[in-house]
Antibody, heavy 122, light 112 residues
Framework: QVTLKESGPVRVKPTETLTLTCTVS??????????VTWIRQSPGKALEWLAH???????SYNTSLKSRLTISKDTSKSQVVLIMTNVNPVDTATYFC??????????????WGQGILVTVSS | NFMLTQPRSVSESPGKTATISCTRS????????VQWYQQRPGSAPTTVIY?????PSGVPDRFSGSIDRSSNSASLTISGLKTEDEADYYC???????????FGGGTRLTVL
């Protein structure tokens, strides 16, 4: 059974650094087909793609947020970590992680985590 | 970079057919696969169509996807509408040159 679960702080202060963890089970991050993406959704708004880590550890980022984001993975812990620096209130959102299981051949996201609501407020 | 444009809302009656469009702003719609995700209130998105027209197991065959190169758009069609189909629907594709996922703005489907 494939699952992804997001964890991290539910509240952070402006200018702080946000660290979110996606813990996966039911598949291995060492599988040459498996990548993980982070997506967020501000309250009442659309989905916004943030970052992706490919099976070969290549990374890609939303160009408008690239300077503030870092994505990495720890295969021994089955975790993918997203770091966002210098947060501000507009970063208040539900953050989702999702799996891509087709390597570079398809961008379909077949399993999603439940999401974690992060509020940025002083 | 391209954008995907969806209507903000679509309304239709139970038992009828609803179609949601997703228009690519530049480049060919056929260049990269299109996916469709359903998101019910308070829940994570789930895939209803992947790679233009494929349905994941468990998704009813009332859901179908297509692309139209002449209008440079993709469509999600839901036939025999049920009240449980009421949700937000997002199309998604991929910008190869920068390896970026692109989402449409979402469509609120109301079944009443």
């Amino acid at each position: 059974q494939v699952t992804l679960k997001e964890s991290g702080p539910v509240r952070v202060k402006p200018t702080e650094t946000l660290t979110l963890t996606c813990t996966v089970s039911g598949f291995s991050l060492t599988d040459t087909r498996m990548g993980v993406t982070w997506i967020r959704q501000s309250p009442g708004k659309a989905l916004e793609w943030l970052a992706h880590i490919f099976p070969d550890d290549e990374t890609s980022y939303n160009t408008s947020l690239k300077s503030r984001l870092t994505i990495s993975k720890d295969t021994s812990k089955s975790q993918v970590v997203l770091i966002m620096t210098n947060v501000n209130p507009v970063d208040t959102a539900t953050y989702f992680c999702a799996r891509s299981s087709a390597g570079y051949s398809s961008s379909s996201l077949d399993y999603w985590g439940q999401g974690i609501l992060v509020t940025v407020s002083s | 970079n391209f954008m995907l444009t969806q209507p903000r809302s679509v309304s239709e009656s139970p038992g009828k057919t609803a179609t949601i469009s997703c228009t690519r702003s530049s480049g060919s719609i056929g260049t990269n696969y299109v996916q469709w995700y359903q998101q019910r209130p308070g829940s994570a998105p789930t895939t209803v169509i992947y790679e233009d027209y494929h349905r994941p197991s468990g998704v009813p065959d009332r859901f179908s996807g297509s692309i139209d190169r002449s209008s440079n758009s993709a469509s999600l069609t839901i036939s025999g509408l049920k009240t449980e189909d009421e949700a937000d629907y997002y199309c998604q594709s991929y910008e190869t040159s920068i390896k970026a996922w692109v989402f449409g703005g979402g469509t609120r489907l109301t079944v009443l």
